[in-house]
């Protein structure tokens, strides 16, 4: 098999807290090109979470360093089977990341990926996951409701495309979720602010990457 370098995401924001947007874009781009193409190949993960994403190359601060791996197809499923359309309707995935319709018993589709991938963009930036409670189904009714917010104090000096990109994910009617393909054509990804060679990082958060790296 082939040797995934790097460290989970997970890892990685809860070294730094919150990470940097500039290495949030980056890593958020490659993930939902991975998913363009897997989901263009009628697979679904069912499994999308910040452990499931291996990265490299964050230590640099140079951004073209950074590659991010999708892990763990333990739970994936091919959507057609001899030309037919499977119906997904198992419970599975990790309840934070999972999705509604999911939740819900419902049938549903690739689109689930994209649930996740907003949530995944939310915590990595804000350092905290949008739906968050102490008991099990509390939290299943936050999901269900789309009960979330983004506190002011959690997102200071992050940008109004991401909250936009992270909102037209976090959607509850399927049909009017965002496509792997819309997220990607998104300003907050294919901007300007996303294309940059180089972004600067503070001394010190360079020195905690570069140990969480030699950590692993």
Known sequence: ?????????????????????PMCQIIMRQTTQAIHYFHQKGIVHRDLKLDNLMVSGYD????????????DFGMAKHTTKEGKKVVLSTYCGTLNFMAPEVLDGEFYDSSCD???LGVMAFQILCGKPPFYANDEQ???NKILGNNYDFKDDDWVGISVD????IRKLLVLDVKKRSTPQEAIEHNWLSGTASSRV???????????LRASKNAH
Do not use: A, C, Y
């Open 1 to 21: 098999m082939e040797l995934v370098e790097g460290i989970p995401v997970l890892d990685l924001q809860e070294k730094l807290g919150k990470i940097p947007e």
């Open 60 to 71: 640099t601060g140079n951004l073209n360093d950074m590659r991010v791996k999708l892990i």
């Open 114 to 116: 994209v649930w996740s």
């Open 138 to 140: 509390d939290l299943i």
């Open 162 to 165: 991401s909250k936009k990109w």
């Open 198 to 208: 180089k972004f600067n990082l503070h001394p010190e958060v360079l020195v905690q």
